[in-house]
């Protein structure tokens, strides 16, 4: 186990398209969470699962935005008809169950949406 | 609602000078702290936490729940410390997701 993967690194859309990304947690942490990061701000919650279930979703996240994590194990996030306010490193972070654990983040997919 | 506010973007000390980021946190309740860093070039990492109470690469930090602050210090700055960082709260022992601050790029000169 490498840790966090991410799936693409970097991806360019244009305005209206859909976009998928992909998270592959450690294998034995059962939370997972998707974060967002803008230009000089730091990471902003976006949603959380435990193992399948989506227990936590920022009011934020508007409605073209979901995340599924069907069998506990993958996520992936989809972005329907972007919009270009939606450029941002999308950063996906699993932890271990437990109150004191920190996460580990994976590097990130960066969208540019043109 | 919680909230992390580092007051300083950019924080610049010469190699062997004390350092000291700055983190104060608005929360009612009993919160968990953390400091995460990112080295150029490299994911975010968690550095420490204040539940720990450890002591990592020489940084501390300590919980004062009067001043609401979780400041990260360093009595003496090496260059490798240069990188981005953040802190983090998380809302007591059932909550899940992380607030994090704005960030602070730290810059050691040698």
């Known amino acids: 186990d490498t840790g966090v993967s991410q799936d693409p690194r970097h991806k360019i859309t244009k305005r209206g398209q859909n976009v998928t990304f992909r998270c592959d947690p450690i294998s034995e942490h059962n939370r997972l969470y998707w974060y967002r990061q803008t230009l000089g701000q730091g990471p902003e919650f976006l949603t959380y699962f435990q193992n399948e279930a989506q227990l936590e979703k920022s009011r934020l996240l508007s409605n073209r935005f979901s995340a599924e994590r069907p069998k506990g194990s993958f996520s992936t996030l989809e972005i329907q008809r972007t919009e270009q306010g939606d450029s941002a490193m999308y950063l996906c972070?699993?932890?271990?169950?437990?109150?004191?654990?920190?996460?580990?983040f994976g590097s990130g997919t960066r969208l540019t949406v043109v | 609602a919680q909230r992390v506010t580092q007051p300083e973007k950019l924080l610049s000390v010469f190699k062997g000078a004390p350092v000291e980021l700055k983190c104060n946190y608005s929360?009612?309740?009993?919160?968990?702290l953390f400091w995460y860093v990112q080295y150029s070039r490299q994911r975010l990492q968690l550095l420490l936490r204040?539940?720990s109470r450890e002591s990592i690469k020489g940084f501390t930090a300590d919980l004062n729940k009067g001043e609401t602050s979780f400041h990260l210090k360093k009595p003496f700055a090496q260059e490798e410390d240069s990188a981005m960082y953040y802190c983090a709260l998380r809302a007591g022992r059932g909550a899940q997701k992380l607030v994090f601050g704005q960030g602070t790029r730290l810059t050691i000169n040698p």
């Open positions: 972070a699993s932890s271990a169950p437990g109150p004191i654990y920190g996460y580990t």
């Open positions: 204040h539940i």
């Open positions: 929360y009612s309740g009993s919160p968990e």
